[in-house]
């Protein structure tokens, strides 16, 4: 099985040869990785004789792998152009990320409300996708829910929930982008993203 058959389970069909590409002319090393609660990707620049190196979480829905490896492939070519002259997600970062999309909107590949929510997301692009709540949501439509999984957002407020490792919690108030939920054995506090997937144990 060569590299775009591979990449073709986690990516839109005519996104995976751009992206072997890509790995090829910057000679990286290209990992799909379990998942991470921390970050959906990451990217490293040579070192001590090893090469780029990129790694995207294999959870991931397929927009949500190319949008994320775009990304990360960002940083790789801002590192070549500037090395640590430039901030991590500074203008230079900004400028690559816009045109390192372009030919993924020329192919027509993403459906028309993720295009959508990129082009909006790609006036100032973030750190990271995940905190554009408009493009997180629309991204997160395309994944396969868990049986019974509900996002925190939709819950009202003092609805019991539980994650999937059994802790139990209470949703309480907005706080910016986040929500405060009391973790009932333990009162302690959290903040929780808007879209996290939780199970209702006790609604309102």
């Given at each position: 099985?060569?590299?775009?058959?591979?990449?073709?389970?986690?990516?839109?069909?005519?996104?995976?040869?751009?992206?072997?590409?890509?790995?090829?002319?910057?000679?990286?090393?290209?990992?799909?990785?379990?998942?991470?609660?921390?970050?959906?990707?990451?990217?490293?620049?040579?070192?001590?004789?090893?090469?780029?190196?990129?790694?995207?979480?294999?959870?991931?829905?397929?927009?949500?792998?190319?949008?994320?490896?775009?990304?990360?492939?960002?940083?790789?070519?801002?590192?070549?152009?500037?090395?640590?002259?430039?901030?991590?997600?500074?203008?230079?970062?900004?400028?690559?990320f816009k045109r390192m999309m372009a030919p993924f909107f020329e192919k027509s590949i993403f459906p028309p409300d993720i295009n959508a929510a990129i082009t909006k997301y790609l006036e100032n692009p973030a750190a990271s996708s995940c905190t554009d709540l408009n493009l997180y949501k629309t991204l997160k439509l395309y994944d396969t829910l868990k049986t019974g999984s509900v996002t925190v957002d939709i819950?009202?407020?003092?609805?019991?929930?539980?994650?999937?490792?059994?802790?139990?919690?209470?949703?309480?108030?907005?706080?910016?982008?986040?929500?405060?939920?009391?973790?009932?054995?333990?009162?302690?506090?959290?903040?929780?993203?808007?879209?996290?997937?939780?199970?209702?144990?006790?609604?309102?």
């Open positions: 099985m060569n590299k775009v058959q591979i990449l073709e389970k986690y990516l839109p069909e005519e996104a995976a040869p751009v992206i072997v590409r890509w790995i090829d002319f910057f000679q990286c090393e290209f990992k799909v990785s379990r998942s991470r609660n921390s970050k959906y990707g990451d990217y490293r620049p040579p070192f001590n004789g090893k090469p780029h190196r990129i790694s995207v979480n294999n959870n991931l829905n397929q927009f949500a792998f190319l949008v994320t490896t775009v990304h990360e492939f960002a940083h790789l070519l801002t590192w070549n152009e500037y090395k640590k002259s430039s901030k991590p997600h500074g203008q230079e970062w900004k400028s690559n819950l009202p407020v003092n609805t019991i929930f539980k994650l999937k490792n059994g802790r139990t919690f209470r949703k309480e108030e907005k706080i910016r982008k986040r929500f405060r939920c009391v973790e009932i054995s333990t009162g302690a506090l959290y903040l929780f993203n808007p879209m996290a997937e939780v199970f209702c144990v006790e609604a309102v």
